[in-house]
């Protein structure tokens, strides 16, 4: 098989070139002696580390932090073109959710008469997507340019690094932003693959873990935003699943796992399961417990175990349990009114003020409650 750019075929108007050699053709006639000289030198440093050691690139030159938008992107909610559509007659593409929503074409303004499929500039981006990241190793010189191959006659691909994990995420918020709901999902759907194949390499490792509890919350955010309680949960719960595996001591682990199970206690006590929302109201108020235990400094850990009292004495109260209630609102209180925020922490102090306030009417609702019962 050829070791050509897998783009060069795809490009549009530039003969079959790789577009960004094409794209950067005159910089680099003006720089071939530099470059000759670089390419000799990576050469030799990649004979001395071995190909196995050379990490994967983007076929297009790009990583996660230098993506620009361009071509294979949409200019309404800016992350790459999903489900590609062009609006008619004026043939201005965009993803097919974002210009539904135009009667005019946000780019020039002519009337959208129609919108039709571009199943061609679809099929480029898919290719895109599925290519970053996952480039070849480098052949040696004895390869004669063949592809490696392992025992099954597969093609054997540099570790999917998380610049590719990265970069899908960095368009997912983007689409997620922008109310492309389905972008976002098929985005961090194939993020979430990478890391359980990943997984299936390394065992448990605490980082893929990590990254693997967080992409699937934000799948159960996708689903949740789209009406699909049912799956939504499906993805929170799993999430808590992979984020119960690690250590309490890493907080932005602490924060993600707590509110996946909060949304899972969301959408049941929605759905009028309140003996579910308990349970999982409970089971992350433990993990802050365990967290304030572990950063008994970190002031946004005892304002976080407050909203958790708060949200299981809200289903205490509601369940019957009045004197239960009462007693977590007032730990809650407790929590807060002992908790002394200085000057630079004016966006925690504002928090703290928002929950204790909410604290105080339940426990004045609750003294109104009783004052009021007959004698």
Known sequence: MSSLCPFAKGAIGVGGVCPMKSAEKTKESNNNNTNKEEKEEKHVEEQKIGPATIPAKCPYGYDSETFKLGPLSCMICQALLYDSSKCMPCAHKFCKVCISRFRDCPLCGADIEKIEPDTDLQATVDRFIDGHARIKRTQSSSDKGEETVDAQG???????????????????????????????????????????AQLKVTEDSEELCSQLGAVLGMLGDCCRSMGDADSAI?????????????????????????????????????????????????????????????????????????????????????????????????EAVECLESLKLDSSEAALEKKRRSVLDFLQNQLTENSSQVSSSPA
Not at 173 to 192: H, V
Not at 271 to 280: F, K, V
Request: hydrophobic content about 40%.
């Open 234 to 330: 499906k993805y929170y719960e799993e999430s808590a699943e992979f984020l119960s595996k690690l250590p309490i001591k890493d907080l932005e682990v602490v924060h993600t796992l707590s509110v996946s199970l909060n949304k899972v206690g969301d959408l049941q006590y929605y759905a009028g399961d309140l003996q579910s929302a308990r349970n999982y109201y409970a089971r992350s108020l433990e993990v802050r417990r365990q967290a304030v235990k572990e950063h008994s400094n970190a002031s946004s850990q005892v304002i976080d175990l407050a909203t958790s009292l708060a949200k299981v004495a809200d289903v205490d109260r509601n369940l019957g349990e009045e004197n239960t209630a009462i007693n977590g609102f007032k």
């Open 154 to 196: 597969k093609v054997i691909y540099e570790d999917v690094s998380m610049e590719r994990g990265a970069f899908l995420v960095q368009q997912a918020m983007r689409a997620f932003r922008a109310r492309n709901i389905e972008s976002a999902k098929s985005r961090l759907g194939l993020c979430a693959e990478d890391i359980r």
